[in-house]
């Protein structure tokens, strides 16, 4: 979700021929200050960070002059606000405000369509206005084929009381952010808050956002966006691959890669409701289940990781290539914390069949890694354990296990457990499973 | 009956002659699903595991009248052009597989789909399957036992699968599991698939595993307040402890401007249907609703392609 800087926004802005104030990013208090002298008026400076809500932290300060702007941002460069570390602040000039807009594209999941967004309302955030002055937002579905027309726009600037000789320019201004910016740049969304009228008349785009939908980054190759400077080793190593890493915690202790995003969300619910450290997310289900091995030695880099937990459920993805991809690297790599493999799906008996023999090979190199299966009932390798209903849960358990941690269930007040539904789902299988045709159920039935 | 894949499906194969559209077809095949035709532009006259291949749709579609549905293991990057070329064609269902479509693709994708009246499901799904009838896309066929009575609607596979086979072998079986998929938008939604298997003669019950992002699974449950969907609904949705701002694998999956776990849960209990808090509970909650078990599901194996490699 490449989300763009203020100032990244606003260069691609400029170029697209929307106003934005005058202005430059800088990175050090000093270079703030030559910045201003060349502006030579009153300015604004701005932390860039890739999240809302900038002003009401702190990080938007107001200078008169070149020295008052070098001391504000010497209080901003280097400093953490919501969670980010400030490494450039925009300096623009002050506008003289009369009136503040918010003008916004977004997409609507819910229609299939975009929306474009006017308020009367500005400067707050959209959620704030949503709530506040319902009956002074608009909100428009645009059809994909026929794209926005600027009466559309005309229609929803007179709908929530836009001065009548301002809504041409404004919009004019939507018309432009959907075709020249939300269109031509694949965004997931883009806003102008606040769109500013000054007290000589002209729009200017105070601030700016826009995110691009990662999917399309390929038609974009020549935005490089900051925010992906920042990535570290393994984050870019994975998406130099092109599988789903996304850090949680870069000192936790337990690296999930899962086949699908159900189960690698599911075991971290499980896993943060128990206390544990989920270092990672990583799914490498679909279309990459190739590269399993390769995602375990990404994973092991991690300084603090204590236990790595493959959990497979395989529709899309084989099971069996997966087994055969993680046991290759962890051959080749010799891991010295425990690993835990769970293979059930597509492929699963093939799966069963390399981890019994494979594991019994990494007992003799002196490694640490159980699995389990769904059919599986503990008995096929001393490193095996039972699946069945526990299937998800045993591994979890396991693992929080070898990092010192009992295993608990803690899900929310708003959505309490039901032991007596899982003891009917248990009880039921023992009544069911005997009756199978299968002998692997039959088998499996003895231990549920 | 069951819905989208049926006894009725005529199946062409979009990137048949791929090395993932070769190996599904094979699966498919040996399910037991009609597949008379295969399409990858410039292998035209091939023959995959004995299906012609033909270079467009079009022509597949005039040696072949009776194609009512297309799956399609075409690269996300062409995925517009591949699904345009379905709809144009007159073919009235598509599956799309593709993971990393762009989404404003697929908006348009959506937009000519419903101009000319195609059910699409996806993109980013591995499939739908009403056993033992017809499988569709790259489903784990192992864990899905029928004809059966329970629906099944998911965002995802992986946790999808495990479910379903507690479904299956608790002798309730699956009328048709249909992943709608991760993308933000999709081409059959929550209130969609839900509607469908409300109409479907065969489904007693409807099991929806959700996820965080966008607001489907509320709009579910406003059909199920409006009384639009009768039929009882089990629900599970992860992801509750997702941290803010972060794309959890899914495109979709994400939590920006809601769309977070405690509001859909909410949305849906509030509308009567069943939220489980754990996968292994779904048994318990579907005995609850008193749907009687199939017996002959106990005698019958359990249908799925030899085919591992």
Known sequence: ?448 | MAVFATEKTIALIQGITGKEGAFRTKRMLEYGTKIVAGVTPGKGGQEVHGIPVYDSVEEAVKAHPELNTAVQFVPARLAKDASFEVIEAGIKNLLIIAEGIPFQDTMEIVALGKEKGVTIVGPNTSGVISPPICELGACSQSAFHGPGKIGVASTTGSVQWYISRLISLGGWGVSTMMQIGGDPIRGTDFPEALLMYEKDPQTEAIVMIGEIGGDAEIRAADLIERGEVKKPVIAYIYARTAPPGKRLGHAGAIIERGGGVEAKVKALQKAGAIVITYPWEIIGAIKELGIEIIPELFKTPIKESKVEE
Request: proline share 5%.
């Open chain 1, 1 to 448: 979700m490449p989300y763009l800087l203020e100032y990244e926004a606003k260069q691609i802005f400029k170029k697209e021929g929307l106003t934005i104030p005058e202005g430059e990013v800088a990175e050090t208090p000093k270079q703030v200050k030559s910045i201003v002298e060349r502006i030579g008026k009153p300015v604004v400076v701005k932390i860039q960070i890739p999240s809302g809500r900038r002003g009401r932290a702190g990080g938007v300060k107001f200078a008169d002059n070149a020295d008052e702007a070098e001391k504000a941002a010497s209080e901003l460069i280097g400093k953490e606000f919501l969670g980010h570390k400030v490494n450039k602040v925009l300096v623009e000039e002050k506008l003289n405000i009369k009136k503040e807009f918010y003008i916004g594209v977004v997409n609507d999941r819910a229609a299939k369509s975009p929306a474009i967004l006017i308020s009367s309302e500005g400067g707050m955030e959209i959620e704030e206005i949503t709530q506040k002055f319902p009956e002074k937002l608009a909100k428009i579905n645009v059809d994909i084929f026929k794209g926005l027309q600027v009466f559309q726009a005309r229609n929803a600037a007179r709908k929530v009381g836009i001065p009548v000789e301002l809504i041409n320019s404004i919009s004019n201004t939507v018309y432009n952010l959907y075709w020249r910016i939300y269109r031509k740049y694949d965004a997931t969304f883009t806003e102008i808050n606040p769109l500013c009228l000054t007290t000589d008349g002209k729009l200017v785009a105070a601030d700016a956002r826009l995110s691009i939908d990662d999917d399309a980054m390929f038609r974009h190759k020549e935005i490089m966006p900051e925010t992906e400077k920042y990535l570290n080793e393994r984050e870019k190593h994975a998406k130099e691959k092109g599988y789903v890493y996304v850090e949680l915690d870069p000192n936790g202790e337990i690296a999930c890669i899962s086949n699908g995003a159900g189960l690698g969300m599911s075991v971290m619910d499980y896993v943060n409701e128990a206390g544990g450290r989920l270092a990672c997310f990583m799914d490498v289900g679909g279309r990459f289940y190739e590269l399993a091995g390769d995602a375990l030695k990404t994973v092991l880099t991690l300084p603090n990781l204590k236990a790595v937990l493959f959990h497979v459920y395989a529709g899309l993805t084989r099971a069996n290539v997966i087994a055969k991809g993680v046991c290759e690297a962890i051959k080749e790599v010799k891991p010295k914390i425990p690993i835990l493999i769970q293979v059930s799906g597509t492929g699963e008996k093939g799966a069963i069949e390399i981890m019994k023999k494979e594991s019994e090979e990494f007992k003799k190199m002196g490694l640490i890694v159980e699995w389990c299966s769904h059919t599986v009932t503990g008995k096929e390798s001393s490193t095996a354990h039972k699946g069945g209903v526990d299937v998800i849960e045993t591994p979890v358990k396991r693992v929080l296990e070898w990092c010192g941690i009992k295993y608990k269930r803690n899900p929310p007040k708003w959505l309490p457990e039901h032991p007596e539904w899982e003891k009917t789902t248990r009880e039921i299988m023992r009544k069911t499973l005997p009756l199978r045709p299968e002998p692997e159920y039959r088998e499996l039935a003895k231990y549920e």
